[in-house]
Nanobody, 121 residues
Framework: QVQLVESGGGLVQPGGSLRLSCAAS????????MAWYRQTPGKERELVAGISSLVPTYYAASVKGRFTISRDNAKNTVYLQMNNLKPEDTAVYYC???????????????WGQGTQVTVSS
């Protein structure tokens, strides 16, 4: 099993930037596609971005052009660079793994605590 710990969230003004990190503990990190999700109270969890070594990266339409997902297999870490942040980006951000190296959905790992991102002036 892979344990995932998110970090890097915080309070930022509209137009600002944050980089989220998802650190994985385990020996099979490189065997899985990874994804970032976000969730606000009373709303469904939303797939934000996905990354795989086999297919092009995915971005939700609402973040495309502003967010960049990347990974460092040597560090067992996946990142989400968020630029030009908007108030509607406010959410708790989670990472999770997909079932295979080529599929980041559906999420199959255990959900961590997530990291809070708040975009406000």
């Amino acid at each position: 099993q892979v344990q995932l710990v998110e970090s890097g969230g915080g309070l930022v003004q509209p137009g600002g930037s944050l980089r989220l990190s998802c650190a994985a503990s385990g020996s099979i990190f490189s065997n899985y596609a990874m994804a970032w999700y976000r969730q606000t109270p009373g709303k469904e969890r939303e797939l934000v971005a996905g990354i795989s070594s086999l297919v092009p990266t995915y971005y939700a339409a609402s973040v495309k052009g502003r967010f960049t997902i990347s990974r460092d297999n040597a560090k067992n870490t996946v990142y989400l660079q968020m630029n030009n942040l908007k108030p509607e980006d406010t959410a708790v951000y989670y990472c999770n793994r997909g079932p295979t190296r080529g599929n980041w959905y559906p999420p199959v790992g255990s959900w961590g605590q997530g990291t809070q991102v708040t975009v406000s002036s």
